[in-house]
């Protein structure tokens, strides 16, 4: 069971990133696969959430109407469409699962058993 997060880079304020995270070993559409960011210095936070089976979301307040997440069945992968960046998005970006079948987000970080790698976003100009 594995997950690989990439996509990450160097963008501009305004500009956008779309971050795929793939999964081995198991099925995406069975479980929650949420998107997480640390910045240097500070705790991890939970970014976005899609739940098992209806592929419902949640988005923390602050990101809404800039991040959205999604889900490709057929690649067995989940995305995080970043747009309008701001320097303050600036961190490694994580995915992972809580590997419990049929679950609906969010579900609390301690929950999380599987983690990707993560992916370094920079925005600067």
């Known amino acids: 069971v594995q997950l690989q997060a990439s996509g990450g880079g160097l963008v501009r304020p305004g500009g956008s990133l779309r971050l795929p995270c793939a999964a081995s070993?198991?099925?995406?559409?069975?479980?929650?696969i949420g998107w997480f960011r640390q910045a240097p210095g500070k705790e991890r936070e939970g970014v976005s959430c899609?739940?098992?089976?209806?592929?419902?979301?949640y988005t923390t307040d602050s990101l809404k109407g800039r991040f959205t997440i999604s889900r490709d069945n057929a690649k067995n992968t989940v995305y995080l469409q970043m747009n309008s960046l701001k320097p303050e998005d600036t961190a490694v970006y994580y995915c992972?699962?809580?590997?419990?079948?049929?679950?609906?987000?969010?579900?609390?970080?301690?929950?999380?058993?599987?983690w990707g790698q993560g992916t370094q976003v920079t925005v600067s100009s």
């Open positions: 899609i739940s098992s089976g209806d592929g419902s979301s």
């Open positions: 070993g198991f099925t995406v559409d069975n479980y929650v």
């Open positions: 992972a699962t809580d590997l419990r079948p049929g679950m609906s987000c969010p579900v609390d970080i301690r929950n999380y058993r599987v």
